[in-house]
């Protein structure tokens, strides 16, 4: 007779696998001309603060997040930045703030990274967390109500939380990857 799996180790090990196997070695080496590189005209960044102009910006800090509520019907490309600031405020931040007693976390009074460097020690210091966060829940804490921090979810179990978080580090760091492809092959302007 074999042992049941522990769903929480399998849960934690499918981001730890893909942070240390792919996502994080493809941030090493992020230079702040690539994080705050356009791709586009009119892409949404993190700028310096009083030089953004988005619908809205957040942050408390000296940089700023471009985002407008509702979000464009066709939401603008993002960059690097921008994607970097998504994952460490509302997907790890406000997740780690929530459920696992981390310092407070939201869109409005983050204080934004003004270069790669600052923000992947966030983005370590956010991934680190959330990981000791969900062992700490163990097995019976994925079963475990999300509560009112998550909303229309409050109702759901943590594991689907931490599922729902693992897809989005998986999905943005993807998009991160391809954006540090696109730079390392755009063609300089004549």
Do not use: K
């Amino acid at each position: 007779m074999t042992t049941p799996p522990s769903w929480n180790s399998l849960m934690r090990d499918q981001l730890w696998w893909h942070w240390t196997h792919q996502l994080r070695p493809r941030l090493d080496g992020l230079t702040d001309e690539e994080y705050l590189w356009e791709p586009v005209a009119g892409s949404w960044n993190v700028r310096a603060r009083g030089t953004s102009t988005a619908p809205m910006q957040g942050g408390s800090g000296a940089f700023t997040i471009d985002w407008a509520w509702p979000e464009p019907e066709v939401a603008p490309v993002t960059t690097i930045a921008w994607r970097l600031g998504h994952v460490i405020v509302g997907c790890l931040g406000a997740r780690n703030a929530a459920h696992f007693g981390g310092p407070p976390a939201d869109y409005l009074s983050w204080d934004y990274a003004g270069s790669a460097h600052a923000a992947l020690d966030q983005l370590d210091a956010g991934v680190e967390a959330w990981l000791a966060g969900v062992e700490s829940l163990g097995e019976d804490g994925l079963l475990r109500p999300c509560g009112p921090a998550e909303g229309p979810f409050a109702d759901e179990p943590l594991a689907t939380l931490v599922l729902h978080i693992h897809r989005e580090l998986i999905h943005h760091g993807a998009e991160i990857a391809l954006l540090r492809d696109l730079y390392a092959h755009r063609t300089p302007h004549a």
